[in-house]
Structures are given as structure tokens and as C-alpha cells.
């Protein structure tokens, strides 16, 4: 999944995605060959887990 579906999907802006892939919240979030960023399942998780702990989940 791209960073602008991720942003749609669970409410938060591209530059938040990317913020947390920079300070390791997202490790190792894969690229494709034009390095566009590919979150995989388990990043989605980890998103959801963040948000959780931000109380940004109901």
C-alpha cells in the first residue's frame, strides 16, 4: 500500500507516515525500485498500535 492510501485509510498526513519511518516507529518500510514506499501488513499493524497509544483510537 502507498503512503497516500495510508494517509487516507488511517487519518493522518503523508508527513506524519514519513516522520514516523525517521524516527523508527516504521522500521524498515520497503521501496520499491522508484523507491516509493510499499507498506506491508505488519506496518499497518504497527500504524494502528501507534495511534492506539497516541489515544487517537476509540
Excluded: H
Amino acid at each position: 500500500m502507498k503512503t497516500a492510501e495510508m494517509s487516507k485509510i488511517y487519518g493522518m498526513s503523508a508527513d506524519t507516515l514519513r516522520y514516523y519511518e525517521r524516527i523508527d516507529l516504521l522500521p524498515d518500510v520497503t521501496r520499491n525500485p522508484s523507491g516509493i514506499r510499499n507498506y506491508s501488513e505488519q506496518d499497518c499493524a504497527r500504524i494502528q498500535f501507534v495511534k492506539c497509544m497516541r489515544g487517537d483510537e476509540q
